[in-house]
């Protein structure tokens, strides 16, 4: 890697960040009404006499929340390129530029992972204003790993988005990656209960999942098998993001 490498995907990131500023104000409030809506439902309602792994259920749901969040924002930021791809034609612009493949998949992925930041910032102020402990911040040392698993949370859906919004051709093709793949993850994958609930056979494939690993490593502070199995998501998907848009570029 060179320095034009670097300047490529600032480039990226600022024109990404740039439409972003001017719709910031939507953006956070958008992003508050669904933790909002479930700390009050689950945290508040269901939650109030409920405990897992020792913690009252509002702690228990709250990193939960945070790992199902970054997904969503990171899948989502990222799909946007199938409209460029597809409808506006304003991705064949980035195809003529001199800018490399990985230059232009590596903005985008940190583009994700700047939103999926702000959100996470979002999510902790409405967590702490209604009574969560956020003990996960606890300390430096597992501070540095939430934020890390987060990086690599939005680096694994947004990669996701990313290979989804250059393979499928339609709105509706990409509605059912959300539907087949997201969803089911949403709610199996730890984010509202303990996957130790779960029969074995189910629990085995459901924590192979990220979703469940970003959830217990939030919740719990570094595992190294947990560690290794988010880089390697990640790595794998930033590896195949690249390849699709190279692919694309000399198609």
Request: some cysteine; proline content about 3%.
């Given at each position: 890697?060179?320095?034009?490498?670097?300047?490529?995907?600032?480039?990226?990131?600022?024109?990404?960040?740039?439409?972003?500023r001017r719709r910031l104000k939507k953006f956070i409030?958008?992003?508050?009404?669904?933790?909002?809506?479930?700390?009050?439902?689950?945290?508040?309602?269901?939650?109030?006499?409920?405990?897992?792994?020792?913690?009252?259920?509002?702690?228990?749901?709250?990193?939960?929340?945070?790992?199902?969040?970054?997904?969503?924002?990171?899948?989502?930021?990222?799909?946007?390129?199938?409209?460029?791809?597809?409808?506006?034609?304003?991705?064949?612009?980035?195809?003529?530029?001199?800018?490399?493949?990985?230059?232009?998949?590596?903005?985008?992925?940190?583009?994700?992972?700047?939103?999926?930041?702000?959100?996470?910032?979002?999510?902790?102020?409405?967590?702490?204003?209604?009574?969560?402990?956020?003990?996960?911040?606890?300390?430096?040392?597992?501070?540095?790993?939430?934020?890390?698993?987060?990086?690599?949370?939005?680096?694994?859906?947004?990669?996701?988005?990313?290979?989804?919004?250059?393979?499928?051709?339609?709105?509706?093709?990409?509605?059912?990656?959300?539907?087949?793949?997201?969803?089911?993850?949403?709610?199996?994958?730890?984010?509202?209960?303990?996957?130790?609930?779960?029969?074995?056979?189910?629990?085995?494939?459901?924590?192979?999942?990220?979703?469940?690993?970003?959830?217990?490593?939030?919740?719990?502070?570094?595992?190294?098998?947990?560690?290794?199995?988010?880089?390697?998501?990640?790595?794998?998907?930033?590896?195949?993001?690249?390849?699709?848009?190279?692919?694309?570029?000399?198609?």
């Amino acid at each position: 890697m060179n320095g034009k490498f670097f300047f490529d995907v600032a480039t990226v990131m600022w024109r990404d960040w740039t439409v972003l500023r001017r719709r910031l104000k939507k953006f956070i409030f958008s992003r508050l009404v669904t933790p909002i809506l479930y700390i009050v439902a689950f945290g508040w309602g269901l939650g109030r006499s409920i405990n897992l792994d020792g913690l009252n259920y509002l702690d228990f749901l709250v990193p939960g929340i945070i790992a199902l969040n970054t997904m969503n924002v990171s899948y989502m930021s990222v799909t946007t390129v199938h409209a460029e791809k597809v409808y506006h034609k304003s991705l064949e612009e980035y195809l003529i530029a001199p800018i490399s493949p990985a230059a232009y998949v590596v903005g985008k992925i940190n583009s994700a992972i700047i939103r999926a930041m702000i959100s996470t910032a979002l999510i902790l102020c409405v967590a702490f204003l209604f009574g969560a402990g956020l003990n996960f911040l606890s300390s430096f040392e597992r501070a540095t790993i939430f934020f890390l698993v987060i990086i690599l949370n939005s680096i694994i859906f947004a990669g996701v988005g990313f290979c989804a919004a250059l393979k499928v051709q339609t709105y509706e093709e990409l509605a059912q990656v959300n539907t087949y793949v997201l969803m089911p993850m949403s709610f199996l994958c730890g984010t509202f209960f303990s996957t130790s609930q779960l029969p074995e056979f189910v629990r085995f494939a459901i924590e192979i999942l990220p979703l469940t690993q970003t959830s217990e490593l939030l919740r719990n502070g570094f595992n190294f098998f947990s560690m290794i199995i988010l880089i390697f998501y990640a790595a794998i998907l930033i590896i195949f993001s690249c390849r699709e848009f190279e692919k694309l570029s000399i198609q």
